[in-house]
């Protein structure tokens, strides 16, 4: 059937999540304004430091503030902006403080137009220094800012609005789902996507964009996928989508049946699974952070030794930075608890650089930490909310850009972290190597998402063991641990990680056939000995679930289940990529057990106390 030139179907695309949400409306009879509103609420999940919203009406209003959306609303009456047509943004902050002046929508040097952006602009700053030499006024520190200026830069040379968008995507280098509203087109909105999310609804009589599903679906339940580079023109009689060189597409609509709370879960059963999927675009964003990292390492004083201070998950990423650290940049790391680290801080020295990782930035354990090791040393925290206390104390920090995550065990935080740490050690040795193996990590990462149908079926069978014991050496050990950690988070089942050597040194006592195995064994140099170990477990009874290339014949003739790799993912790389079917196993046998995986008893996303 086509509506509007636009043919409707049923099948559904989804879309991982970045930062930030963005949300347009063209509406028949209502202000756009209050519904504007009520849709960003519904993408407060996505982010909530700041939040505006631009409409057209006799020109350009806009209202924007810092804080979060009752918070705004209650000081600026933000519903209270005229007009049948606007866009709105609620800000995860990435460029740039939490502030007005960075908050979206952003405008030119005339205020003839307002944008709003989701997505990272990577050449921001060169297209900026020379807007600025051209004479352009910029008011806030955002890279979304530059998109405003290029296309007013653009229409001032007598292009339309379309067509100057259109030139302006094609100079900006990143990701960006991105919507404009032009004082001289007061009945259109358009806007484009790539790599970030972007749908349209059809209403009857109404138009709506949005970053995700649930801002739209008590609207309307028609949705449009937009693919990458598309670019839509919103009018009030209907949208055209085009391609990125301006020829007219059908794109097809969708006919969505979730419910609005299955929506914000982007149609999976549990925000950790949709975090687990979104795993891949997450790494991609996070490799986007190379330019700062490298400007932050420009800036270290000359340091001898690093030490990594963290807690849980993110104690696993530091374990992954110390075999990292010691193998590529060749200097001394010591690793501490967040919560045992006043029991060596007294021996650290000048000559230190102190690296917390943090998902939160608020851990009462990491902070205390942080406090006692800036009185002695330099300091850079590797954390994902921005604004966070741990991005204030900090000397430098690094974002890990994985965006709010919600299930309260840490999977997309934990795998950005991992990015974070891995583009660090690369920028500090100059390894370019490295850096181009990072890039095929979301790609590996995928096939790695493949194994999920395999781990459904066999996470029955685990249901009942109270006992499960992970191994591996070197770069698989934190794998092995962090794998045991999800297990008894989710599940409330015992799991164990151990360094595959230490076996023999007593837990090797508690196997049996009732206590199964994982063992963590890619292609590298640890292998032969790990599966040494897992012969001697198998000669104890224990079923061994293994992880490894797809190569590996031994490997398999000898597991009970055996999960392969592409036997291209290097032993270095493989924490990023093994961790994925662990968090899938721990997932689902949650699911078998019948309990809510995202919110584990006892346990909170952020642990304030000490
Ligand atoms: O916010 P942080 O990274 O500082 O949190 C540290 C731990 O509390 C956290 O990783 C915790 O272990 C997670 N729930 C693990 O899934």
Not at 410 to 434: F, H, N, P, R, W
């Amino acid at each position: 059937m086509i509506i509007n030139g636009i043919l409707l179907k049923a099948s559904l695309e989804l879309f991982g999540e970045i930062m930030c949400g963005i949300v347009g409306c063209i509406l028949k009879e209502k202000k756009a304004a209050p519904v504007l509103l009520e849709c960003v609420r519904r993408l407060e999940y996505r982010g909530y430091d700041s939040v505006g919203i631009a409409t057209s009406s006799s020109g350009i209003n806009i209202k924007k503030d810092s804080g979060k959306i009752d918070e705004v609303q209650e000081r600026l009456q933000l519903d209270d902006l005229p007009g049948k047509m606007g866009i709105a943004h609620v800000r995860w902050a990435t460029h740039g403080l939490p502030t007005r002046e960075n908050s979206h929508p952003h405008t030119d040097c005339y205020n003839k137009l307002a944008l709003v952006h989701n997505g990272i602009i990577e050449n921001y700053q060169e297209l900026k220094d020379q807007l600025q030499e051209e004479g352009h006024h910029f008011s806030s520190d955002t890279d979304t800012e530059v998109i405003a200026h290029l296309v007013e830069k653009q229409m001032s040379k007598g292009m339309d609005l379309e067509d100057a968008l259109r030139l302006v995507i094609h100079q900006i280098k990143g990701s960006y789902a991105l919507a404009v509203i032009h004082v001289d087109y007061p009945n259109i909105i358009i806007g484009a996507r790539k790599e970030s999310p972007l749908i349209l609804g059809v209403g009857d009589g109404d138009y709506f964009l949005a970053s995700d599903v649930p801002a739209i679906l008590e609207e309307t339940n028609r949705i449009i996928y937009l693919d990458d580079e598309d670019l839509f023109v919103m009018k009030n009689d209907g949208i055209i989508v085009k391609d990125s060189q301006g020829r007219v597409k059908e794109n097809e609509i969708d006919v969505i049946s979730w419910s609005p709370e299955m929506a914000q879960k982007g149609g999976y059963d549990h925000f950790m699974i949709k975090e687990i999927h979104e795993q891949p675009e997450v790494v991609r964003n996070t490799l986007s952070e190379l330019h700062e990292i490298k400007k932050t390492v420009e800036n270290f004083s000359d340091f001898k030794r690093v030490c990594f201070v963290a807690c849980g998950t993110s104690f696993h990423a530091s374990m992954v930075g110390k075999y990292l650290f010691e193998e590529l940049v060749g200097i001394p790391v010591d690793l501490a608890l967040a919560s045992e680290f006043e029991f060596s801080a007294g021996a650290l020295t000048d000559d230190t650089l102190v690296i917390f990782i943090t998902q939160s930035g608020e851990t009462a354990d990491t902070m205390k930490a942080l406090e006692m090791a800036k009185e002695k040393a330099e300091t850079l925290a590797i954390v994902n909310v921005m604004g966070s206390r741990a991005t204030r104390e900090a000397d430098y920090v690094i974002y890990t850009r994985a965006g709010p995550e919600i299930g309260v065990a840490a999977t997309k935080t934990y795998v950005s972290q991992l990015t974070c740490i891995y583009l660090l050690a690369a920028c500090m040795v100059g390894d370019e190597k490295l850096l181009d193996e990072l890039k095929k990590v979301p790609d590996y990462m995928k096939t790695a998402l493949e194994k999920e149908e395999l781990i459904k079926e066999i996470s029955p069978h685990y249901k009942d063991v109270t006992d499960f014991f992970f191994i591996g050496r070197g770069f698989s050990y934190p794998t092995a641990m962090e794998g045991a950690l999800k297990l008894k988070e989710i599940t409330y089942i015992h799991g164990e990680g151990f360094a595959a050597g230490e076996l023999k040194h007593g837990p090797l006592a508690l196997i049996s056939d009732d206590v199964p195995v994982v063992a963590v064994v890619p292609p590298g140099k640890s292998h032969d000995r790990t599966m040494g170990n897992v012969k001697e477990v198998k000669a104890r009874g224990a079923r061994v679930i293994c992880l490894g290339s797809q190569n590996d014949v031994n490997l398999r003739s000898e597991a009970h289940y055996m999960i392969e790799f592409e036997d291209q993912i290097s032993e270095v790389l493989s924490p990023l990529i093994y961790v994925v079917p662990l968090q899938l196993l721990a997932y689902y046998i949650s699911v078998e057990r019948d309990i809510n995986p995202d919110q584990p008893k006892n346990l909170a996303k952020c642990v304030t106390v000490v």
